[in-house]
């Protein structure tokens, strides 16, 4: 599949492992607090994830009873270290540009916390680039379902006008990949999952190394 933005209107961004590099930043969270209710590391636990469910739902499938108060703990110790580790991947301010140079409105729909990607978001980016910013139990359902995609572009675009030519979800899980297809839109994943080796590369998905292969692209 090529890689066409002729017809392209909206770009939507997952932020974990796309836009931030916050793998680090995860893990010693996670660490932290599994050590506090003694359940070993993230490399124990992980196992127990549900894929289809962000991180922060998967917290009852960790804690159990005790998942309300673990994930607060959570939050509290991924806002103090956060501007420790946090940084963009390479080219990624690049991409955006570029996009919004040709007039494509640039956006984040994440699963992520607001109250976690307020904190990261402006030590990486300028907030203001960004037209919308969707995130995690704001939309009637989350990434992989398709009313992520369809509650970010609400007074934009119907469901039925969202196709792989004017909307691109750009991830790096099976999560936006899915998310995508379901609602209509064209796939593209980029970097690495946080919590698989890979992702899937089917016929109806556009993968990208990095960011810089993507400017690549989308300089042609």
């Known amino acids: 599949m090529l890689l066409s933005k002729n017809k392209l209107l909206y770009a939507l961004f997952d932020w974990d492992g796309t836009l931030s590099d916050n793998r680090n930043v995860v893990i010693e969270a996670m660490n932290n607090v599994l050590k506090e209710y003694n359940l070993g590391s993230w490399e124990d636990v992980r196992k127990l994830r549900n894929p289809r469910l962000s991180l922060w739902d998967n917290?009852?499938?960790?804690?159990g009873s005790q998942s309300t108060e673990a994930y607060e703990e959570y939050v509290r110790i991924y806002k103090r270290i956060s501007p420790q580790y946090v940084k963009a991947f390479p080219y990624a301010s690049e991409v955006i540009n570029?996009?919004?140079?040709?007039g494509v409105e640039v956006m984040i729909m994440t699963n992520k916390d607001r109250r976690l990607l307020e904190i990261e978001l402006p030590l990486l980016y300028n907030p203001d680039i960004f037209s919308r910013i969707v995130c995690g139990h704001e939309a009637p359902k989350d990434?992989?379902?398709?009313?992520?995609?369809?509650?970010?572009?609400?007074g934009l675009l119907t469901p039925t006008e969202i196709?792989?030519?004017n909307v691109w979800m750009i991830g790096?899980?099976?999560?936006?990949?899915d998310c995508a297809l379901s609602a209509?839109?064209?796939?593209?994943?980029?970097?690495?999952?946080?919590?698989t080796d890979d992702v899937d590369k089917t016929?109806?998905?556009l993968y990208f190394q990095d960011f810089s292969s993507l400017y690549d692209a989308l300089q042609k």
């Open 203 to 205: 016929s109806s998905v």
């Open 59 to 63: 917290f009852v499938n960790f804690f």
């Open 172 to 177: 790096d899980s099976n999560q936006d990949g």
């Open 184 to 195: 209509g839109a064209l796939p593209i994943m980029i970097n690495k999952n946080l919590f």
């Open 163 to 165: 196709n792989q030519q």
């Open 98 to 102: 570029i996009l919004k140079e040709i």
């Open 143 to 154: 990434k992989p379902y398709p009313e992520h995609i369809f509650y970010t572009l609400r």
